[in-house]
């Protein structure tokens, strides 16, 4: 569970919030971030549902909503826990559900007995009164769905948060059910399949561990030796490592030269950095990005438009932008938000001389010398392929954790070919797609399973898309059993069980394989690439990851159970003597990364008087570049601004329209145009950071190519977001900071 609710992936879909009554949004502005996917909210609260939105902001999703809290940021733990408080009172809670299918929900109670109403209201800024009618509408109101995006996430506690919010979701018998569920809205096109295939530092493709299992299942996946793998590395223990993230490359560069944080890359800093399709100036704290780009001895970007990280860097040479393709000239899988596959045909041939992305993937393995072993698992092994079918082959051959193994290019074709045969709420298929739900929403464990629309959901029999909760974590804690009692529904084996391995599996299904099954089967469902055990539990109708107990105390994170830390840079340095931030962590993700150190230096808010928010605007995305450079969207927001409370602005002098100052506790600063607005309170202030171009008042435009400057370029809103990353997967503190302001 902590693997799909924490990296975001949607457990229900868009069109199941149909089926809520509730609809509960935290750290989400879907009216403007996904307003094609907002019409399923708006439809469903025409048909009754309340809608609810926690933000530190008067959105306009608070605009169209029936109850807004408007929290301090950085809270958000504080407002469940004083919601959870209100429903272990007044005995709320789906008790059978909790018996049944949670494990150690006690330990959320005994916390959630301090965050009395009084308490909350002094933490997170919002009146008693409106915590206990929102909490009550939203317990009375079920099912109800959860949603949450940038808002819960972008904090040190960020992780946390993740795992808060789907606990409420248990305590209320919310999770497993059509209508309920945690609805998180991703970002951009593709990601759930980006982070699926492995665009992250810490694990292989679908999210198995770096250890010597996961490695050999990729060997054998991949088709090429393990100890070939291994002669790649420096050493196996920087093979088990996870690398650097995105947000603290630069830090590679910089090797803890001028102050910056110590790094522990085998005794070497980064030199080269290539981008393919990340915005790289839409990262937190620019200054130090700028510096590590000025650093680097090489940079490659792959991109449609100019890459902003070339403008901002003041490197002369070693710059190279090449042209890549966009999502209209290229073909293949992409993942949406709930999990579901769609294929995508290419509209046109790339234009001009760009070219699709996986044209630079492959001339880069030829130069470095092992294109062979590149695609050796691709068509006949020996470079005779079809792009991009048999890519797809080979990822539903190696993701098994989150079942890809039933998605072949032929059953993804047939559903978006024929969309219009799937039903609008269920997603349930017919005529051509009968039976199957559109996308086939992983986990799609073999090639006649219909796909999983709702994750968790025992209602269903598993061939219908039924599943208990993954059994990930062993089968007991503290002598307590992890497996549920009750399981999916049609199954003989109608209780808990254990994920299924080639050791149980005759004991659990109760029978008897024969010599030719032993043989091929591989030795846990997860890295059978023969698929037999899971071929096996379909018969069965039971789910191969197993049926166990939804853990809400998590023994291998910092936080067993989730609890409030004040944000490192808080307007309540009182608050943060109280609910401290963590120890400073050695190592994370190669980075020594602060967090007390930083907190308890001093009280910010004396000189850092202002919370400083930052989101984005619905005619510009991420970076920017890519409407910046239309003229017809960047007519909207010509110019970088901030918006600001008029009564805020007052105290300062600042009037509508005029410069203002922003300087951070880090010392950096931006200056920009104050732009009125009721929407944020009188100690806070919102920047939008899709802009770039001109840093600390040095405008760059001298560095764009002939005739690609785009219409718009501005300060970056990311000058003077503040230090901070998430412990766990180092997100930055985007969403959480202070600032100083002034009339410019
Ligand atoms: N037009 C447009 N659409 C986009 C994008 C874009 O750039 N432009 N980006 C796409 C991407 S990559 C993503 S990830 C999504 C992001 O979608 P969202 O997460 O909706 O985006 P944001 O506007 O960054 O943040 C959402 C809200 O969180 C609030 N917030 C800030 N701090 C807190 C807090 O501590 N607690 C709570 N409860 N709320 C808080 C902000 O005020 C803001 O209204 O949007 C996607 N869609
Ligand atoms: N302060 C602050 N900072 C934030 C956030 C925030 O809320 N506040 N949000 C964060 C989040 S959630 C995100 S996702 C990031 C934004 O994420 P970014 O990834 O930085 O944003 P984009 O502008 O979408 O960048 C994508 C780049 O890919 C290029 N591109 C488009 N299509 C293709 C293609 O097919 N191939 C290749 N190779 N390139 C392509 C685009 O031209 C663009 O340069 O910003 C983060 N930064
Ligand atoms: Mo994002």
Known sequence: MANTWGYGAMTNSLNDIAFSKAIIIFGANPAVNHPVGFRHFLKARENGAVMITIDPRYTHTAAKSDYFAQIRPGTDIAFIYGMLHIIFKNGWQDKEFINNRVYDMESIEKEALKWTPEVVEDVTGVKKETLLKITEVYAKNRPGTLIWAMGLTQHTIGTSNTRLAPILQLALGNAGKSGGGCNILRGHDNVQGASDVGCLSENLPGY?????????????????????????????????????????????????????????????SLKALVVMGNGITSTAQQVKVQEGLDNLELLVITDPFVNEAAVITNKKDNIFILPAATQYECSGT???????????????????????DEYFLFELAKKLGFYDEYVRSLGDGKGNFQWPEDATRELTNGLKSIGYTGWTPERIKNHTLHWDKFDKKTLKGFDECKGEYYGLPWPCWTTKHPGTPNLYDITKSVMDGGTGFRNNFGLEHNGISQLAIDGPIGSPINKGYPQITKDNIEEILGITLTDEEKEKMGKSWSTDTSNIIAEKCMEKGIAPYGNARARVRAWNFPDEIPIHREPLHSRRHDLAKKYPSYEDKIDHYRVDTKYKSVQLAKDYSKEFPINLITGRLVNLNGAGMENRASHFLARLTPEMFCDINPNLAKKYGIKDGDMMKISSPEGTWIKVKARFTYAVNEVSVHLPFHFTGVMQGVDMSKNYPTGTRPYAIGESANTVTNYGYDIFCQIPETKGGLCRIEKA
């Open 208 to 268: 198995y561990a770096l250890n010597e299992t996961s490695w050999r299942h990729y060997a054998n996946v991949w088709k090429v030796d393990y100890e070939w793998l291994v002669s790649r590395f420096v050493s196996k223990e920087m093979m088990h490592k996870s690398g650097f993230t995105l947000s603290r490359w630069w830090a590679g560069v910089l090797d803890g030269k001028n102050g910056n944080d110590k790094i522990h890359n085998a005794n070497t």
């Open 334 to 356: 992409v993942v949406a938000t709930n999990r579901s596959a769609q294929w995508r045909f290419k509209a046109i041939e790339p234009m001009y001389e760009s070219k699709p």
